[in-house]
């Protein structure tokens, strides 16, 4: 069983920054692509940024290049998510989760987190 765990989700202005962070239990972060992903309201969970600790594979959907970056601290079995320079648009719930491969489908992820909200105000 994988546990995650997210934080760091809070209320910003537009062009500003937030960095979550997601506390994965045992193996989760050796063992397992880690990703990101983000709801808005009525809208269809979306995948944001992956990140395999293999290869140190990293990648973003489109809307984020250039302004999120995605890492990982395998010490403390946490992956990060540093977002700059952050839209109305980026506001949500985002939810960390742990999938055998990379993938950006959210249906091929096995272990969730509980989520943490992004508000950011114009």
């Known amino acids: 069983q994988v546990q995650l765990v997210e934080s760091g989700g809070g209320l910003v202005q537009t062009g500003g920054s937030l960095r979550l962070s997601c506390a994965a239990s045992?193996?989760?972060?050796?063992?397992?692509?880690m990703g990101w992903f983000r709801q808005a309201p009525g809208k269809e969970r979306e995948f944001v940024s992956g990140?395999?600790?293999?290869?140190?594979?990293?990648v973003f959907a489109e809307s984020v290049k250039g302004r999120f970056a995605i890492s990982g601290d395998y010490g403390k079995n946490t992956v990060y998510l540093q977002m700059n320079n952050l839209h109305t648009e980026d506001a949500g719930v985002y939810y960390c989760?742990?999938?055998?491969?990379?993938?950006?489908?959210?249906?091929?992820?096995?272990?969730w987190g509980q989520g943490t909200q992004v508000t950011v105000s114009s």
């Open positions: 990140f395999s600790s293999t290869g140190g594979i990293k």
């Open positions: 989760a742990a999938a055998r491969g990379l993938t950006r489908n959210y249906n091929e992820y096995d272990y």
């Open positions: 045992g193996r989760a972060f050796s063992s397992y692509v």
